[in-house]
């Protein structure tokens, strides 16, 4: 179908002309772009019809990740290919690399940013699911010019819907500066590898000297009403070591806890049984990243 008519295409410099930009036009007539891969099909498929589009992609000061002893500061706009490749994200974070490394196809991770797709909260989509693992927070800013930090279990609402306002651009995801044996991981399963998952699993961990989980928090995507937290099997792996039955039995409490959809895709018995075999790869995985390796 073609795009119902966009009147105007603006392309700023700076988050300051942006959101003046946004402020010419009545609610809702403005959107943001970023790297359009979910919102050009929403434009095309008349789901959504903004009278203007202003494109994010120029904005230098929206993109990059840094570190510091605080943490570390992911622009909005920064896309997939440079979340996968960033080494500051390799352990306690490699969840977000993971995650960014197996979104769609090339084309896809050249073009999507990790603020695009959070902003987009999708339900299938893999970086909700990872951020609500690793426990990020959300640095926002509106046209009034007023800023302020949402942590990702109040940011990421149900299917397509945030905490974001219309008129804000969402500045930078941070993570706060990780003890030294802490580890994430991610894995989604698809009908297709390049497709949006069926059902994707995030877990971050951290471990004390001999091993044993201290802290662990884990996130679903790929339900039909967005993604969750698995809070009791987040309970039930502290003082697991790797290996442990009851690693299992933890993922047994998750795969009962989240509530699965049945559709053309998969069955609801289906989910719940890759919410268990993608949740011990990734705690596999999480360890071994805990440990250093
Ligand atoms: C073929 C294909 C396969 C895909 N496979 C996967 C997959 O396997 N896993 C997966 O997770 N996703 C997948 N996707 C979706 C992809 O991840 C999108 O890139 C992502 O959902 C949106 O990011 P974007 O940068 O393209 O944002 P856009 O499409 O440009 O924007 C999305 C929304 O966010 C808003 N927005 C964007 N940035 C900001 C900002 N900084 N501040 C305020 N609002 C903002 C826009 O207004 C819009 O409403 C796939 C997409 C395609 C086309």
């Not at 359009?36 to 000061?61: F, N, T």
């Not at 989910?271 to 705690?283: S, V």
Request: with cysteine.
């Amino acid at each position: 179908m073609y795009p119902a008519i966009i009147e105007d295409y603006l392309r700023p410099n700076s988050v300051d002309e942006a959101l003046k930009a946004a402020g010419k036009y009545d609610a809702g007539e403005a959107m943001f772009i970023a790297g359009g891969q979910s919102l050009m099909q929403a434009v095309k498929s008349r789901l959504v019809r903004p009278r203007c589009v202003i494109d994010l992609q120029s904005i230098k000061e929206l993109k990059g990740i840094s570190a510091s002893g605080a943490g570390i500061r992911i622009g909005a706009m920064t896309r997939y290919v440079d979340v996968a490749a960033d080494t500051n994200l390799k352990r306690a974070y490699g969840a977000l690399s993971d995650a960014a490394a197996h979104v769609g196809d090339r084309q896809v991770r050249n073009r999507g940013t990790i603020g695009g797709s959070l902003c987009w909260n999708y339900v299938a989509a893999c970086m909700p699911a990872a951020n609500l693992a690793v426990g990020s927070s959300m640095e926002l800013i509106s046209a009034t010019g007023k800023k302020r930090t949402v942590i990702a279990d109040e940011f990421i609402k149900g299917p397509l819907e945030t905490a974001r306002a219309d008129d804000e651009v969402l500045l930078a995801i941070t993570l706060p500066a990780a003890p030294a044996k802490a580890g994430s991981a991610y894995k989604k399963w698809g009908v297709v590898t390049d497709a949006l998952p069926v059902i994707g699993v995030a877990v971050y961990i951290e471990v004390d000297g001999g091993g044993a989980i201290t802290k662990a928090r884990l996130g679903v995507g790929g339900l039909s009403t967005g993604p969750k937290r698995a809070k009791g099997a987040e309970a039930a792996l502290i003082g697991k070591k790797a290996g442990e039955a009851g690693i299992g039995t933890a993922l047994e409490k998750a795969a009962a806890e989240i509530e699965t959809q049945s559709d053309h895709w998969a069955d609801s018995t289906y989910r719940k049984n890759l919410i268990r075999t993608l949740g011990a790869d990734i705690l596999a995985s999480a360890f071994a990243r805990a440990a250093g390796k």
